[in-house]
């Protein structure tokens, strides 16, 4: 327990060593509000690039198309942030890379794969357009279509997306191909083609969103037309509702403590809808609230469990922190400043359980932190302001 007179920096670090789980010092001794960190750029990893560009593929990072339509996934037990994404036509390189929490600064986990190495037929058309001749997936847009899968072991897992152009193909195909990537092994597996359901289009449909379930060890994936659940174990998918979330181009987040997965705006023009699914009951609705946000196109969407409310930054070009209690579901505005500036975020805005923190990977250039002025401690005006190092809660 923290108790009294014990700083909240130092209550965060006897929790993650009595759990077995490593902190960074410099992450717990932050200041409160928004902080760029030092040496986040991608280019100090020294990944190389993709060696082969043809089709006029765009391949330097200084385009930031890596990040362009993508996402990333927090590894908690790993201690990273992992990114994988670029695709359509803003990034060829399929380049897988890590984020470490302990040493803050990027790695690379897998190297690119040559676009020279599409298998074609006789046409000149890929045979399969969604992997390389060596069984590795292409780039692609990744919006919110990748987590981590606990009962897996931490595999990285990915569906979907708007793939990398190949030839004879249109620029941003989407194949509805399911990947994981072990981390152990070091390796991707291609668990194409479904059992049923794999092939329907708004299931395919890039820009919708997903969240994994450590309960129910599935996989649910909302789209406009409805919400499925894709099931490990006998690579199937299963339609749950014939409604959802409408729109594509957002994030959504799952709620531990009510067993919801929650979205909010979308469209490339921007919406302000908020929705929730019960897990446990499969039912989907559109939620009232009051002080909305306003339109948000994919605007990064958290949840943050010592607070209990939704945490909502980005989207276009706001760079607002807004807040939502789904108990008296009402939203408040957090202004900030010294931030990053707003853009197009999808999953890559992500509470650090560890360190109590929200990560946010902004660009090719930077990494940046948000942390709360107290330690989830709530006004009817937002988050309580006060000195971090002298916090006097309690936290069980």
Same mark, same amino acid.
Request: net charge negative; proline share 6%; aromatic share 14%.
């Given at each position: 327990?923290?108790? $009294?007179?014990?700083?909240?920096?130092?209550?965060?670090?006897?929790?993650?060593?009595?759990? #077995?789980?490593?902190?960074?010092?410099?992450?717990?001794?932050?200041?409160? #509000? =928004?902080? &760029?960190?030092?040496?986040?750029?991608?280019?100090?990893?020294?990944?190389?690039?993709?060696?082969?560009?043809?089709?006029?593929?765009?391949?330097?990072?200084?385009?930031?198309? /890596?990040?362009?339509?993508?996402?990333?996934?927090?590894?908690? &037990?790993?201690? $990273?942030?992992?990114?994988? #994404?670029?695709?359509?036509?803003?990034?060829?390189?399929?380049?897988?890379?890590?984020?470490?929490?302990?040493?803050?600064? =990027?790695?690379?986990?897998?190297?690119?794969?040559?676009?020279?190495?599409?298998?074609?037929?006789?046409?000149?058309?890929?045979?399969?357009?969604?992997?390389?001749?060596?069984?590795?997936?292409?780039?692609?847009?990744?919006?919110?279509?990748?987590?981590?899968?606990?009962?897996?072991?931490?595999?990285?897992?990915?569906?979907?997306?708007?793939?990398?152009?190949?030839?004879?193909?249109?620029?941003?195909?989407?194949?509805?191909?399911?990947?994981?990537?072990?981390?152990?092994?070091?390796?991707?597996?291609?668990?194409?083609?479904?059992?049923?359901?794999?092939?329907?289009?708004?299931?395919?449909?890039?820009?919708?969103?997903?969240?994994?379930?450590?309960?129910?060890?599935?996989?649910?994936?909302?789209?406009?037309?409805? /919400?499925?659940?894709?099931?490990?174990?006998?690579?199937?998918?299963?339609?749950?509702?014939? +409604?959802?979330?409408?729109?594509? &181009? $957002? +994030?959504?987040?799952?709620?531990?403590?009510? $067993?919801?997965?929650?979205?909010?705006?979308?469209?490339?023009?921007?919406?302000?809808?908020?929705?929730?699914?019960?897990?446990?009951?499969?039912?989907?609705?559109?939620?009232?609230?009051?002080?909305?946000? #306003?339109?948000? +196109?994919?605007?990064?969407?958290?949840?943050?469990? /010592?607070?209990?409310?939704?945490?909502?930054?980005?989207?276009?070009?706001?760079?607002?922190? =807004?807040?939502?209690?789904?108990?008296?579901?009402? =939203?408040?505005?957090?202004?900030?400043?010294?931030?990053?500036?707003?853009?197009?975020?999808?999953?890559?805005?992500?509470?650090?359980?560890?360190?109590?923190?929200?990560?946010?990977?902004?660009?090719?250039?930077?990494?940046?932190?948000?942390?709360?002025?107290?330690?989830?401690?709530?006004?009817?005006?937002?988050?309580?302001?006060?000195?971090?190092?002298?916090?006097?809660?309690?936290?069980?």
């Amino acid at each position: 327990m923290c108790t $009294r007179r014990v700083s909240w920096a130092s209550c965060l670090a006897l929790l993650a060593a009595a759990g #077995g789980a490593q902190t960074n010092p410099t992450l717990l001794d932050l200041p409160s #509000g =928004w902080t &760029e960190l030092a040496g986040s750029d991608m280019a100090s990893a020294g990944w190389p690039l993709v060696p082969d560009c043809d089709y006029g593929a765009p391949c330097e990072i200084a385009s930031g198309g /890596i990040i362009a339509y993508s996402g990333a996934a927090l590894d908690s &037990e790993r201690r $990273r942030i992992v990114l994988w #994404g670029g695709g359509h036509n803003d990034f060829f390189g399929n380049q897988l890379l890590l984020f470490d929490l302990l040493q803050l600064q =990027w790695q690379v986990e897998q190297p690119p794969t040559s676009i020279l190495q599409y298998e074609l037929d006789e046409q000149g058309e890929a045979v399969s357009a969604y992997k390389f001749m060596n069984g590795l997936p292409v780039s692609r847009h990744t919006y919110d279509h990748i987590g981590i899968i606990d009962h897996l072991g931490g595999v990285l897992f990915s569906f979907s997306g708007a793939c990398a152009d190949a030839p004879l193909y249109n620029a941003g195909s989407s194949f509805g191909d399911v990947w994981t990537y072990d981390f152990v092994a070091g390796a991707w597996t291609d668990h194409t083609p479904f059992v049923t359901g794999g092939q329907d289009f708004y299931l395919t449909e890039p820009g919708a969103s997903g969240e994994y379930d450590p309960v129910t060890e599935r996989w649910y994936h909302l789209t406009a037309e409805g /919400i499925w659940s894709y099931d490990f174990e006998s690579r199937n998918w299963a339609r749950i509702t014939e +409604s959802g979330h409408p729109g594509i &181009e $957002r +994030s959504s987040v799952l709620d531990t403590a009510r $067993r919801k997965i929650w979205s909010y705006g979308g469209d490339y023009g921007g919406d302000a809808t908020l929705s929730a699914f019960d897990i446990d009951d499969g039912v989907f609705e559109i939620v009232s609230f009051d002080n909305p946000p #306003g339109v948000r +196109s994919a605007a990064g969407l958290t949840y943050d469990p /010592i607070s209990d409310r939704l945490v909502l930054f980005g989207g276009s070009s706001d760079s607002s922190i =807004w807040t939502y209690d789904p108990e008296s579901m009402t =939203w408040a505005e957090h202004t900030e400043a010294g931030g990053p500036p707003g853009s197009a975020v999808y999953s890559r805005f992500l509470y650090d359980p560890i360190h109590d923190l929200f990560l946010l990977v902004h660009s090719p250039e930077s990494v940046w932190v948000w942390k709360r002025a107290a330690p989830g401690v709530i006004f009817a005006d937002g988050f309580e302001s006060g000195n971090t190092e002298a916090w006097t809660g309690s936290m069980p």
